[in-house]
């Protein structure tokens, strides 16, 4: 049973934009944070974006002004998150993961993760 999916991602050209999605399954447990982190090769993982369940939102100072995350949680099943990222950059390559955590310290799933590549 998958509980959190994955979509988007891709090639793209630099300046160009991506969008990604991700559904997390309602009965895991109760969603509170729900965010995209990024992992470049060679490199740590690190916070992209964060919204939680009040719609406030996070971002890392690279990103800011070029990504948008959101938010929805009309759906009955699941709540999905996107990142809309526009003027990407070579920089912003690297494989970007969701994450969701709970409102109980401790219950935290991750996406598989999706590959962004970026190229001049």
């Known amino acids: 049973q998958v509980h959190v999916l994955e979509s988007g991602g891709g090639s793209v050209q630099a300046g160009g934009s991506l969008r990604l999605s991700c559904a997390a399954s309602r009965d895991m447990f109760s969603i509170n944070d729900m965010g995209w982190y990024r992992q470049a090769p060679g490199k740590q993982r690190e916070l992209v974006a964060t919204?939680?369940?009040?719609?406030?939102?996070?971002?890392?100072d690279s990103v800011k002004g070029r990504f948008t995350i959101s938010r929805d949680n009309a759906k009955l099943t699941a709540i999905t998150v996107d990142l809309q990222m526009n003027s990407l950059k070579p920089e912003d390559t690297a494989v970007y993961y969701c994450n969701v955590r709970g409102y109980v310290a401790g219950r935290e799933v991750w996406g598989q993760g999706t590959l962004v590549t970026v190229f001049a």
């Open positions: 919204i939680d369940s009040g719609g406030s939102t996070d971002y890392a």
